[in-house]
């Protein structure tokens, strides 16, 4: 199947810095991507959805100030956590279909998931 | 996307077949049937769908009763490497552009 990757797998940083997330489709071209983040022992919760080329779509009660999102290429979506504070601390996931088979079929493919844990 | 709900959690023995349901009473005719698990501290990884018929991969089978209001995930032969969370989703297939929904899953613990 198609391949979603992440970066970095984990992250620690100091409260109020900002941390910078990639996700990358490696085989094939993604024109929509999902963020989802998920605290300990909880289901994964959509944050947002981005489109290559132009402004994401955040779900309610994510501020958009403080997740923001960039897909500037058919390949890379990244989210930047401006501000971090320990409640920000969570698994961010990103999630990308593929135009060769998404449509077919609705399977959506996941990366491996980024730890942050602010301090 | 219609509602699903499975139980919190399973326990099964490791070389046994593990059986894990799924309700989706409310199911809409082109809706089809989505199974994806999540080890820990990984991301999810899609197993299996189907719409009505039976369904079989290297990886699991999927059992949809005939009414569709019911399904059932079977992994023939549990190792301790399928301990994950299983979650059942039900969505139209050609929504691509739509996230898929995640509800709560069943944590299913695979004992040696």
């Known amino acids: 199947g198609a391949v979603v990757s992440q970066h970095p797998s984990w992250v620690i940083c100091k409260s109020g810095t900002s941390v910078k997330i990639e996700c990358r489709s490696l085989?094939?071209?993604?024109?929509?991507m999902f963020w989802y983040r998920q605290f300990p022992k909880q289901s994964l919760m959509l944050m947002a959805t981005?489109?290559?080329?132009?402004?994401?779509?955040?779900e309610q009660g994510v501020e958009k100030d403080k997740f923001l999102i960039n897909h500037a290429s058919l390949t890379l979506s990244t989210l930047t956590v401006t501000s971090a504070h320990p409640e920000d601390s969570s698994f961010y996931i990103c999630?990308?279909?593929?135009?060769?088979?998404?449509?077919?079929?609705?399977?959506?493919?996941f990366g491996e998931g980024s730890r942050l844990t602010v301090l | 996307d219609a509602k699903t709900t499975q139980p919190p959690s399973m326990d099964c023995a490791e070389g046994r077949a593990a059986n894990l349901p799924c309700n989706h009473s409310?199911?809409?005719?082109?809706?089809?049937v989505y199974w994806y698990r999540q080890i820990h501290s990984q991301g999810p990884q899609y197993i299996i769908h189907g719409l009505k018929n039976n369904e079989t991969n290297e990886m699991a089978s999927l059992i949809i009763t005939e009414d569709r209001k019911s399904s059932t995930l079977i992994l023939p032969h549990a190792t301790l490497r399928d301990t994950a969370v299983y979650y059942c989703i039900v969505r139209v297939a050609s929504s691509g552009n739509t996230p898929l929904v995640f509800g709560k899953g069943t944590r299913l613990s695979v004992i040696a």
């Open positions: 981005s489109n290559e080329g132009s402004k994401a779509t955040y």
């Open positions: 085989d094939f071209q993604a024109t929509t």
């Open positions: 409310t199911i809409s005719g082109n809706e089809y």
């Open positions: 999630s990308a279909r593929d135009p060769r088979t998404t449509s077919k079929t609705g399977e959506l493919f």
